[in-house]
């Protein structure tokens, strides 16, 4: 028996429908797909239609991450008092707006956590960050993960939101993030997709991590079309410069523009990040330390 293990898709439908293509000349039984299905890119609606056909014909297990928390909290939704964030919350309100009636009952009803049964199988655990925060980190090292992991009956666990593939032990479970579909963090692996495949071996389950190159154009392509650029300026910018090879995330390009906030005005609170906080940011750490990355960008600053 074979399992595609997907997280993290973000929204970027060019990599998803990759992965798909990819896995239909393999033998797949089930799917396993573990949140945060919008974020950086335009295909939300995309994404979650492609899901619900792959329902159609598969067993999918699929639990909510962050993002779709942040939607159900209503962090898109209606705050004009956040109009002057855009770099901020553009995408969060570019997800929210282009929900459909479905799209908010499906994601309302997944779960935070699943457990997986196949007969004659070890069962799977399925997490977004960690078996108790969604937003938590199972990391290999980490002593955490004793805390994270108390009180999980299940051998294999299978998380995401790290956005870096990694297989390792710990605790007496064999803990399996595929990565992430739409933008991998793996060094050096910024412009591929990442996922696995579990195959049974016996009682047991073996990983196979497999990375598909992406179309970088292609992707930011469709990211212009949709106008992104405008909707979240910095942050669709730094989310280009990361693919063409900037060390930085967005998350971590976020964490400078809040430091910037707080250095100037003394405190600083998500989401109130002026877009002055964000260019001082994404020049230092983009046009200043990547300035070839930046010559190649088809987003220019705003
Ligand atoms: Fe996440």
Redesign the pocket.
Known sequence: MNIAVLS?IHGNVTAFKQVLDYLKNREIDAFCIL??YSGEFAGVRETLDMIYALQDRYPVHIIK???EEYLMLGLGGNHPEWDEYPSTVGMLRYAYDNMRKRDWEFIKNLPETLTVEYEGMESLFLC??SPKEVKGKLLQGSKKNKEYLEGVKEKYVLC??THRYVEFEDCGKKIINPGAVGNPLDDGRHDHTSFVILSSVGREWEAEHIYLKQNVDAMVKNMMSYNLHRIAPYWTACNEAFFRGSLFSNGEILDRAMQITEEETGSCEWPAIPEKAWEKAFREMIVGQFPLVYDKMMVKLV
Do not use: A, P, T
């Open positions: 993290d949140g945060d991450g962050n993002k977004h960050g995401g939101h």
